[in-house]
């Protein structure tokens, strides 16, 4: 089987294709951007650059599988998932926190704000709109880099008193990599300083054309400061959001992604996890990575219960016996024994690899990557 193009594992280990198509001549295999390569391939290229390759056990597959085969008459909408994204300094905390302490409604008030890694909100049309909330976009790239599809939108922020910065074009390009629809938010509108016209016009000249100049990206000027436009911004995510018709099946077993796990003094290991698909309840075994466990308890990002969490929703969890790594797949499994097995082969193979101290990626197949 062919996995990924030449193209999608330079991508996947942060070097440029030609670096990859030079080394596969190096090694006699002459190989173009877009042809797919099989696990052999892969392998020898990844090793050269010093990266193992970890390929995906064909439960995991076989799960993600039945993930994207699902019926269409299963199929509900769901709300989107969004990161933002943009240079350091240019809004993205405030952006994320206006935003989680704006969207509360009158019933939810009281409950204490955790950081959790992802919340969702309701917006002001009464829809839901899900924030990863991790720190920076290291953990996009890492959560990418590991193979988890988790973000739907991209909202790349730009402080309009500032420029187009080498950390927003790292940013467009990893959006753009990972196929995800890009938003642009013109922050710190407030500030006397603010020119969101010379911002619009830099990220035109990296083709980043905005509607109201006639492209196709949707751009919205906003204050994290005021709380101007954020409102109109979640609709803009909506909107796009509506273009994606983005469906789960609430109805079946859970799988997600691992936004991010630790050990807690008191309440053991704690993981924070995007329900992607399915519905997760408490009493659930999961296997996430190389652990597994039975739920035994969920809160949302405010502390409060919650016995059940569908598409969308992220959740904290109790239960597992080990913090699983961000970006690790995680599903619901009938039999508390076999996830017992492949959470401990799993272990075993980590422990092995580590023996290595090497780099790491994991790969599964096209299309299911990014
Ligand atoms: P990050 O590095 O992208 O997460 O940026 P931060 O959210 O930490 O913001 C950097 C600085 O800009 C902080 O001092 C914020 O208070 C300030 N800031 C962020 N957004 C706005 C805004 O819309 N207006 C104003 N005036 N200041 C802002
Ligand atoms: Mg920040």
Known sequence: TEFISANDLASLMDVSVNEVIKVCMQLGMFVSINQRLDAEAITIIADEFGYDVEFMTSEEEQALEEMQEENEEDLEERAPIVTIMGHVDH?????????????????????????????????????????????????????????????????????ADDSVMPQTKEAINHAQAAGS??????????KPGANPDKVREELSQMNILVEEWGGKYQSQEVSAKTGQGIPDLLEKVLLEAELLELKANPNRQAIGTVIEASLDKGRGYVATMLVQTGTLHIGDIVLAGSHYGRVKAMTDHRGRKMKEAGPST??????????????????????????????SNRSQMQREQSLRTRKHITLDEIGRRL
């Not at 009158?106 to 924030?131: D, L, M, P």
């Not at 629809?181 to 407030?190: G, T």
């Open 181 to 190: 629809p890009i938003i642009i938010a013109l922050n710190k509108i407030d």
């Open 91 to 159: 809004g993205k905390t405030s952006l994320l926190d206006y935003i989680r302490n704006a969207n509360v409604t009158a019933g939810e008030a009281g409950g204490i704000t955790q950081h959790i890694g992802a919340y969702k909100v309701k917006t002001e049309s009464g829809r839901t709109v899900t924030f990863l909330d991790t720190p920076g976009h290291e953990a996009f790239t890492a959560m990418r880099a590991r193979g988890a599809k988790v973000t739907d939108v991209v909202i790349i922020v730009v402080a």
């Open 314 to 343: 992220p959740v904290q969890l109790l239960g597992l016996d080990g913090a699983p790594q961000a970006g690790d797949k995680f599903l619901v499994m009938e039999s508390e024994r076999e996830a017992r097995e492949i959470a």
